[in-house]
């Protein structure tokens, strides 16, 4: 992806270390939370599964958010997704999980405290010279307030990757409510964190 060329975009210091330590195998992320002698360290990278960008236009954004089920209860439309201004070259990318392990003690029972730490997209196998923000098309820098940086908003905590064109087709089966709680859906889970839709 090309350098947006505004000196706002760039990650800090702390974000580009989380960024690079997350992806390194081996690398110590930070400590449990309650237990500053325990690592919690990067144990390995797994390709989780493919997606194909067939327009080149990529939508990061949660396939859902707590007011769009009343939106759409109502038949009322939603807002747009949240459609990264810079294009990638059309094709399929892999999207790989960092796994963390932090053990822990929890009234008496002990955890392995395996967890995702980060979620990535390769839509390059060249080395990372650089971490920027993903300016949407519609975010507007000079709104931005010094310190802030632009992100989607997930009140479910979740996130997503997917072509713009088949976003509405692809995250459909995520808003459908029954009484205001997610419907069954027809996807492909891949682990416990990550599942897929296809069309």
Same mark, same amino acid.
Request: net charge negative; with cysteine.
């Given at each position: 992806m090309?350098?947006?060329?505004?000196? /706002?975009?760039?990650?800090?210091?702390e974000?580009?270390w989380y960024?690079?330590?997350?992806? =390194?195998p081996g690398?110590?992320? +930070?400590t *449990?939370? %309650?237990?500053?002698? $325990?690592p919690v360290?990067?144990t390995? &990278?797994?390709q *989780? $599964? $493919? &997606?194909r960008?067939p327009?080149?236009?990529?939508?990061?954004?949660?396939p859902?958010h707590? %007011?769009?089920?009343?939106?759409?209860?109502? +038949?009322?439309?939603? /807002?747009?997704p949240?459609?990264?201004?810079? /294009?990638i070259?059309?094709? $399929?990318?892999?999207?790989?999980f960092?796994?963390?392990?932090g053990?822990?003690e @929890?009234? +008496?029972e002990?955890?392995?405290?395996v967890d995702c730490a980060a979620?990535?997209?390769? *839509?390059?196998d060249?080395?990372v010279?650089?971490w920027?923000?993903?300016l949407?098309i519609?975010? %507007?820098?000079?709104e931005?307030?010094?310190?802030k940086? *632009?992100?989607?908003?997930?009140?479910?905590n &979740?996130g997503? @990757?997917a072509?713009?064109?088949?976003w509405?087709t692809?995250s459909?089966p995520?808003? =459908? @409510? =029954?009484?205001?709680?997610?419907a069954?859906r027809?996807s492909?889970?891949?682990?416990d964190?990550?599942?897929? &839709?296809?069309?």
């Open positions: 090309e350098w947006g060329g505004d000196a /706002r975009l760039p990650a800090g210091p974000a580009s960024l690079e330590t997350a992806f =390194t690398a110590q992320l +930070g *449990v939370y %309650d237990d500053p002698e $325990t360290v990067v390995g &990278i797994e *989780v $599964t $493919t &997606i960008v327009s080149g236009r990529l939508v990061v954004d949660a859902w707590d %007011d769009e089920i009343w939106e759409y209860e109502r +038949g009322r439309p939603t /807002r747009p949240r459609e990264l201004a810079a /294009r070259p059309p094709g $399929t990318y892999r999207v790989e960092s796994w963390t392990a053990p822990y @929890f009234m +008496g002990r955890f392995d405290g979620t990535r997209l390769c *839509v390059s060249a080395p010279v650089g920027e923000m993903g949407g519609d975010d %507007d820098l000079d931005l307030e010094p310190g940086r *632009v992100e989607f908003g997930s009140d479910a &979740i997503c @990757f072509d713009a064109g088949a509405p692809l459909a995520f808003r =459908t @409510f =029954t009484d205001g709680m997610p069954p027809d492909e889970q891949l682990s964190l990550c599942e897929r &839709i296809r069309d």
